[in-house]
């Protein structure tokens, strides 16, 4: 039989708290009739019996489900939650916290990243138990693909791009970026008096740099660039582009010569 001190030090413990999730939009209550108050109650009683003491009801009425950002109730739980102000959140069902798989699978990993277990309570998924934490771990295995899969058609895009000649980063200093277009910018023409100056000036590579106000590393980077010579460089590979080159190539040339000479690295 426990004895009364070690019952007295269990009750002193304080409890773990937990966040409450409703949502319930204009066209549920009128099709389903869900309630706020409904899904609240049983959830208030569903961590009563498990022992949590509750830190906060967030509730979004009148909102969709198409995604989180625009339900400010859940953007406030997520921050909280990052803050770990809280140590779970229980919702009354996955279709209340969000209807794209996507979305769903992303966030609930964020919170294991974050230690917030995740309960919800109509379909009886939950992080609590050593059973919930093992689908928590499929859940963040499908998350990692998902990240994976979009990384993949990030880069494929990418690679055509640079492939048909579009420029993919940052527009370098000459050029500027309009309407996704790379074109030369009003100051091109300091980027030849730049490369000529480099030919003609002795200077260090931070002197260099200083007298354009430019780290040496940008400096460098600068001098090097093929962008002004009208090519696309992605990954190693290199594809003509469909920009207006500002540099002459034989000036070009004789600048990588010189940082050959140089022994830059």
């Known amino acids: 039989m426990e004895g009364l001190e070690n019952i007295q030090i269990k009750m002193n413990q304080p409890r773990p708290l937990v966040a409450i999730y409703v949502r319930v939009s204009t066209k549920d209550q009128v099709e389903h009739g869900f309630s706020l108050m409904a899904q609240q109650e049983s959830l208030e009683n569903y961590a009563k019996a498990l022992g949590y003491e509750i830190y906060k009801i967030y509730k979004d009425e009148g909102k969709s489900a198409k995604d989180i950002k625009h339900r400010p109730e859940m953007v406030k739980m997520l ?100 309407e996704k277009n790379l074109i030369p910018g009003e100051n091109k023409d300091e980027i030849n008096k730049i490369f000529k100056d480099f030919l003609e000036i002795d200077l260090s590579l931070t002197q260099f740099g200083k007298k354009y106000n430019m780290t040496p590393t940008g400096m460098k980077k600068l001098l090097r660039n093929k962008t002004y010579i009208g090519i696309v460089k992605f990954q190693n590979q290199e594809t003509k582009g469909n920009h207006q080159a500002i540099l002459e190539k034989q000036l070009f040339k004789q600048v990588q010569e010189k940082i050959k000479q140089l022994g830059w690295t």
Request: charge should be positive; proline fraction near 1%; hydrophobic fraction near 40%.
């Open 79 to 178: 921050a909280d939650a990052k803050s770990q102000l809280f140590s779970a959140i229980f919702i009354y069902k996955l279709d209340r916290f969000s209807r794209s798989l996507k979305d769903l699978i992303l966030t609930i990993d964020q919170l294991k990243e974050w230690g917030i277990d995740f309960v919800s309570l109509q379909d009886k998924i939950e992080t609590t138990s050593a059973s919930g934490k093992l689908m928590f771990h499929i859940i963040s295995a499908f998350a990692e693909f998902e990240r994976n899969i979009i990384g993949d058609r990030t880069r494929f895009g990418m690679q055509k791009k640079a492939k048909d000649g579009g420029f993919i980063s940052k527009a370098p200093r000459g050029y500027k970026i309009v």
